[in-house]
């Protein structure tokens, strides 16, 4: 088997350290705006699908309790996330693609208001019974739309 040249060899390891430091996927770069959004919009998107089972559910008139409690729940979790979600410069101007509008950051006590009002409104709703779950869900639709309102630009 021929040897590999000294030039070769320091190639490929060079190579192999890129595609180590860089990942396989197209991750943005950690602390970086676009890493931030990224994930602030992950956590979104699973409060999005588990509203989305919900609301199913509530709908079909024959509401699964136990998921119900579960999908409320991870909405619970991930609101109590949403602080950290927000760093200082992953709004509008950082170059990243967020719906986030400046009023985050320069309207902070609505904003965490708005945080609050939303767990609130999922601890109602764990704690509800069968008879008040559909007004409990639209409490926390409300939650959703109010922040939104404020605080996610308009598409
Ligand atoms: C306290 C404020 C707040 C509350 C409450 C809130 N959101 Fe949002 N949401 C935002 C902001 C801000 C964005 C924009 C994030 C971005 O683009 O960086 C967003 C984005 C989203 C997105 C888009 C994610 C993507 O793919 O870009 C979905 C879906 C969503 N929210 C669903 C919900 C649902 C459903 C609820 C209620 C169960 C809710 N949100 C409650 C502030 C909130």
């Avoid at 699973?46 to 909405?75: F, W």
Wanted: hydrophobic share 40%.
């Amino acid at each position: 088997m021929p040897s590999l040249t000294k030039k070769a060899r320091t190639a490929i390891v060079l190579t192999i350290t890129a595609l180590l430091a860089t990942g396989c996927s197209d991750d943005p770069s950690p602390g970086s705006p676009a890493a931030a959004v990224k994930e602030r919009r992950d956590n979104y998107r699973r409060i999005g699908d588990a509203y989305k089972q919900i609301k199913e559910t509530i709908e079909s008139g024959a509401p699964d309790a136990a998921m119900v409690q579960r999908n409320t729940t991870l909405i619970r979790n991930v609101a109590a996330l949403q602080p950290a979600l927000f760093p200082a410069g992953s709004g509008q101007g950082s170059g990243a693609t967020t719906r986030a509008r400046d009023a985050v950051w320069s309207e902070p006590a609505l904003f965490a208001q708005r945080q609050r009002d939303f767990i609130a409104a999922a601890d109602a709703l764990l704690a509800s019974g069968p008879e008040t779950l559909s007004v409990r869900h639209e409490a926390l639709t409300q939650a959703c739309l109010d922040c939104h309102q404020d605080f996610r630009e308009r598409r």
